[in-house]
């Protein structure tokens, strides 16, 4: 199974972007999807996650702001980011688990700036 997120660009404070996780094959049996994010000199730390009915949570520094979602027909999970903040600036990576499996997307990247 191959990950594939996009979605990252540049956007100013208090904008919004939707991120992207697009699985080459169907995420019906993915028993839990996520979105990581990783800043330069700190450790990769998990945003949000949706699990396969639905159950949703949120890192403190992200409630009320990101919504994660999935729509298994598409095969895809997103993420909508509002309000953002330039402490929102990493690396986003999705991430997908079956069973005992662990699947990474590539990273997209995320600037928030004025």
């Known amino acids: 199974v191959q990950l594939q997120a996009s979605g990252g660009g540049l956007v100013q404070p208090g904008g919004s972007l939707r991120l992207s996780c697009k699985a080459s094959?169907?995420?019906?049996?993915?028993?839990?999807m996520g979105w990581y994010r990783q800043s330069p000199g700190k450790r990769r730390e998990l945003v949000s996650s949706i699990t396969n009915t639905g159950i949703t949570s949120y890192a403190d520094s992200v409630k009320g702001r990101f919504t994660i979602s999935r729509d298994n027909a598409k095969n895809t999970m997103y993420l909508q980011m509002n309000s953002l903040k330039p402490e929102d600036t990493a690396v986003y990576y999705c991430?997908?688990?079956?069973?005992?499996?662990?699947?990474w997307g590539q990273g997209t990247l995320v600037t928030v700036s004025s």
């Open positions: 991430n997908a688990k079956m069973l005992m499996n662990s699947y």
């Open positions: 094959g169907s995420i019906f049996n993915f028993n839990v």
